[in-house]
């Protein structure tokens, strides 16, 4: 962790990266593990400007519920990491500003991961890393990953021995988080977006045709008793894991938070972009991404964001991918071969490419326990695909209406 006294100094800035005169340091909230990734950019900056930047680490989904308290009394950070699902309550909540540089430097990010970042037509975040699911498949049993979505259920009705818990592909298909790549492959969708970008959360797309058929595929998989009974439920995605680790599951579709674990497992894993579905079109995903945001509280907006455009500098952000192994949406280093040359960074990058961010704004989150609830009804056979789909949209758009009645 990078750690220097706190100074005031003056600071000139001309037009780029100086001409704003502003007596500040920085205070900058990274994640927890994370710092290392910056330390270089951060000693650059502060010989370039001669400024202090206090570098502190802690969780970054906990930042925007902390800055609450933080920012009024003066002891908050100026940049802060935030995931961008977090946007949407906090530009409500008045806690974070836009960010002016991100109009200009946009194009240097991936349209996807500066979307996350944007509502009312103004981009609030700066963008760090995505994240999505992807396959993973254990070379030993499963030398290649396979084309189509068709072929890993011929391979998994292949390979299946419950006797002997073995299985070939497994996926926590009674999520949506897991199951939105099948989904949206078929035209299904959460939100629609406006014609200025924003979410229409009055147009709910988990109930069309395109979810109907989607579901009704996936669920193939449970009715044939390709998938064990426990991997539906809170404690689903323990129970793949440990079937992967135990090399009882030959592939699974998980995010790359389980990396370093499957490997400390001694798996010998490949990873790989998702399938394509049966009517040709790959699938999506859920894209989540992490992103610099500048506090309402910050002692100088002009300063932080300078820092920002500064140490996101492509020699920089490669620097930042080989300490800490996320991927970065910067394109120029999306492009470079340490991410070109690297199969599972190139997997991951290639999968984020065709993901979608989970939507950012506060109406998400009645989203999740409804469709969930309905998947699940799904996957076990309790409900029809059209009346649980449709029963959930309905419990949906009421509780929206209800929570916008609240908020206004």
Request: overall charge negative; glycine content about 8%; some cysteine.
């Amino acid at each position: 962790m990078k750690k220097v006294s706190k100074l005031s100094i003056a600071v000139t800035l001309a037009v780029g990266f100086a001409g704003v005169v502003s007596a500040a340091d920085l205070t900058v909230w990274e994640d927890i593990q994370k710092s290392q990734g910056i330390n270089n950019a951060v000693v650059d900056f502060e010989k370039q400007f001669n400024v202090s930047v206090d570098i502190k680490e802690m969780p970054y989904t906990g930042q925007i519920e902390k800055v609450r308290l933080d920012g009024p009394a003066g002891i908050g950070p100026d940049v802060m990491l935030i995931p961008h699902d977090q946007m949407g309550a906090a530009v409500v909540q008045g806690l974070i500003t836009p960010l002016e540089f991100m109009q200009t430097d946009k194009g240097n990010y991936t349209d996807s991961s500066v979307q996350a970042f944007t509502t009312g037509g103004k981009i609030y975040g700066c963008p760090k890393v995505v994240e999505s699911v992807v396959m993973f498949y254990n070379q030993d049993m499963l030398p290649k990953p396979l084309a189509t979505m068709d072929e890993y259920y011929d391979y998994s009705k292949k390979v299946h021995d419950a006797d002997k818990n073995k299985y070939g592909l497994l996926a926590k298909w009674d999520s949506v988080y897991y199951a939105y790549g099948a989904l949206r492959a078929y035209g299904a969708y959460v939100f629609k977006r406006d014609a200025g970008g924003d979410f229409d959360v009055k147009d709910l797309g988990l109930s069309n045709q395109g979810a109907i058929d989607a579901v009704t595929y996936m669920k193939k998989f449970y009715t044939d008793g390709l998938f064990p009974v426990g991997i539906v439920g809170d404690n689903g995605g323990n129970a793949i894991d440990s079937l992967f680790t135990e090399k009882k599951a030959a592939a699974v579709i998980t995010g790359p938070w389980n990396l370093e674990p499957y490997a400390n497992a001694g798996i010998n894993y490949g990873v790989s972009p998702l399938p394509k579905m049966p009517n040709g079109q790959d699938m999506s995903s859920f894209m989540g991404v992490k992103g610099y945001v500048v506090s309402t509280w910050a002692k100088d907006h002009a300063l932080a964001e300078k820092f920002l455009q500064f140490i996101n500098q492509p020699k920089y952000v490669v620097e930042r991918y080989e300490a800490t192994k996320e991927i970065p949406p910067v394109k120029a280093v999306m492009e470079d071969k340490v991410i070109k040359d690297d199969p599972i960074a190139s997997a991951i990058a290639v999968q984020a490419s065709r993901a979608e961010p989970m939507p950012s704004i506060p109406e998400m989150g009645e989203v999740w326990g409804p469709i969930d609830a309905a998947l699940q009804l799904c996957m076990t056979g309790k409900q029809d695909v059209k009346e649980a789909l449709t029963a959930a949209t309905d419990h949906i758009k009421s509780q929206i209406e209800a929570f916008r009645a609240d908020n206004q």
